[in-house]
Nanobody, 125 residues
Framework: VQLQASGGGLVPAGDSLRLSCAAS????????VGWFRQAPGKEREFVAA????????FYADSVKGRFTISRDNAKNTVFLQMNTLKPEDTAVYYC???????????????????WGQGTLVTVSS
């Protein structure tokens, strides 16, 4: 699976952005796709994930109610709609994919085998 993340940028606090993660290669319907982020000087953290076949979603508490993860089956793309952005949302955002046949938690980055290159989101105060 190859992943291409895009959509980052510089926005003022309170604004919105939509990130995209285009997937190619193996049949993505058998995968869970997640978004993680890493702020300067901090560890990478889970943001959201979606099981492709069931569209079941998972969110970190810090983004619940503000971010929405979804997928477009025809475009093989996962979106992360980010609303009411805060300066603490500033980070490099990565999309990643893991097989749903694999056990473990979709909230843990080491459970993901495939990673995109990251897109920078900067929220100014």
């Amino acid at each position: 699976v190859q992943l291409q993340a895009s959509g980052g940028g510089l926005v003022p606090a309170g604004d919105s952005l939509r990130l995209s993660c285009a997937a190619s290669g193996r049949l993505v319907s058998a995968y869970t796709v997640g978004w993680f982020r890493q702020a300067p000087g901090k560890e990478r953290e889970f943001v959201a994930a979606i099981r492709w076949s069931t569209t079941r979603t998972f969110y970190a508490d810090s983004v619940k109610g503000r971010f929405t993860i979804s997928r477009d089956n025809a475009k093989n793309t996962v979106f992360l709609q980010m609303n009411t952005l805060k300066p603490e949302d500033t980070a490099v955002y990565y999309c990643a994919a893991r097989s749903m046949a694999r056990g473990g938690s979709s909230r843990l980055d080491y459970e993901y085998k495939y990673w995109g290159q990251g897109t920078l989101v900067t929220v100014s105060s």
